[in-house]
């Protein structure tokens, strides 16, 4: 048996007036995902536990199984592994971005999509006006870069920018959520305000701005942490072997301390404009190879993020279409059984353009084992022509669920009802949940 997860970060959404009363997934062309929700089984999950922010570092860590209450350590430190940066004992990782200051309010968390050779030559230079042995920002990926402390205590109040678009900054600062964390608290709020008065004269920036583009002249840290303990997927389920494919070093972090070989996309962006074809043709090499994939596209998120509600549809049919589609066709002649789960980390609101905690829909199918001699037409179609008695691992009869179409509320009829913590990725492999008779 072979195991694929597409996750669609923040695909899911709420209903909306300017929609007739639906959301995006409902709304987007879906034909591929529809159809494995047919022919699968639904439910839904919730990846964000009581009491924890609804991020996607929160999110794809309860997912994947994982208890955050013990083993979360900030989102900062699950990007370092994707950076192949140690966090080293007596160290603290937060993310860090370049965001977009205007009339001293946060215009955007990203600096317009800044690009990485930009942002690369900014993140010299704050090593350069800034840094020092003991404090080293390292360049990520397009705004989403990385602050290594030592000393650092963790213990912070630091809000997502992505949280506070139109917010005043100072209303948002890092704040100690005790004493003894006063004096990294206020450290990184020098960072800040220095990092204003230094950014905007830059060169990167002065010609950012003389193109009409949003300037990155404020770093913003969040999301801090040590580095986290957790045990490889392979020691807790049934998989020998795994690969990560993301443009974005949090979900390639968190699959490095998860077992997983991160597996490089040529133009894999995080955005729309994301190799969609690339990104499923990696997942095919990779399960030819590999028993488990876990294949992230943020594309949906970062629409989400700019409330742009066409685009956030556009780009769902991208991941139906673009990427589904092809996946499927090609398993399509395999004889091995294969598991596909569809779902998103989070809600992302257009409406707020901000993460929700809400449940999320999920869906899982699985094929038939030598079903591809009864199937000579390649295609999506025959991928789902009848074969003989699906299996869970188990060995149990895999019968699908009365749901039809896949979004947020039709899946609320499924087999699995409402799943929590560790039940999502035991079901998905074929282990014993609640839902079970």
């Known amino acids: ?29 879906t034909p591929c995902m529809d159809r494995l929700a047919r022919e699968g089984r639904c439910g839904r999950l919730i990846t964000v536990p009581e009491g924890f922010p609804p991020g996607s570092e929160i999110a794809n860590l309860s997912l994947l199984g994982y208890d955050v209450s013990k083993q979360f350590e900030g989102r900062g430190s699950l990007e370092a592994a994707s950076m192949g940066i140690d966090v080293s004992e007596g160290y603290m990782a937060a993310r860090c971005n ?37 404090l080293v920002f390292h360049t990520g990926v397009s705004y989403r870069h990385l602050l290594l402390l030592k000393g650092g205590n963790k213990e912070l109040d630091c ?39 230094i950014l905007p004269a830059h060169p990167v920036n002065l010609a950012r701005k003389a193109r009409g583009l949003d300037t990155a002249n404020s770093i913003w ?78 594309a949906s998120d970062e629409a989400s993020h700019e409330g742009n509600v066409d685009l956030k549809i556009r780009t769902i049919e991208y991941l139906d279409q673009r990427l589904i589609r092809p996946i499927l066709e090609e398993i399509s002649t395999w004889d091995e059984a294969v598991t596909i789960a569809v779902l998103p980390d989070h809600p992302t609101y257009c409406r707020t353009k901000t993460h929700a905690a809400e449940a999320v829909p999920f869906l899982i199918y699985r094929s038939d084992a030598g079903s ?26 895999f019968v699908p669920d009365a749901v039809q179409v896949f979004d947020e509320f039709s899946v609320r009829e499924g087999f699995y009802g409402t799943l929590q913590g560790e039940e999502f990725i035991r079901a998905f492999f074929g282990l014993s949940t609640k839902a079970d008779p």
């Open 98 to 134: 370049l965001i977009c200051i205007q009339d001293a309010k946060i215009k955007n968390h990203s600096a317009g999509h800044i690009s990485t050779s930009e942002a690369g030559e900014l993140i010299d230079f704050l090593n350069k006006e800034l840094g020092s042995e003991d």
């Open 159 to 197: 809000t997502p920018p992505h949280d506070v678009s139109g917010t005043a900054f100072a209303e948002v600062l890092p704040r100690a959520v005790h004493p003894r964390a006063e004096q990294t608290a206020r450290l990184l709020r020098e960072l800040i305000l220095r990092s204003q008065e």
């Open 1 to 29: 048996m072979k195991y694929l997860i597409v996750l669609g970060d923040g695909m899911a959404d709420e209903a909306m007036e300017t929609l007739g009363g639906k959301s995006p997934m409902q709304v987007a062309f």
């Open 221 to 298: 840290p969040w999301s801090p942490g040590y580095r986290p303990a957790m045990l490889p997927l392979r020691e807790k389920y049934p998989i020998r072997s795994g690969s990560v494919i993301s443009a974005v070093d949090l979900i390639k972090g968190t699959g490095v301390y998860a077992g997983l070989e991160p597996i490089e996309v040529p133009g894999a962006t995080g955005l729309y404009d994301t190799n969609y074809e690339g990104k499923a043709q990696a997942a095919i090499d990779e399960l030819k190879k590999k028993d488990f994939v876990f294949l992230h596209v943020e």
């Open 372 to 397: 591809a001699q009864a199937r000579p037409t390649k295609g999506p179609d025959s991928f789902f022509s009848p074969g003989p008695d699906i299996l869970e691992p188990s060995g149990k009869l």
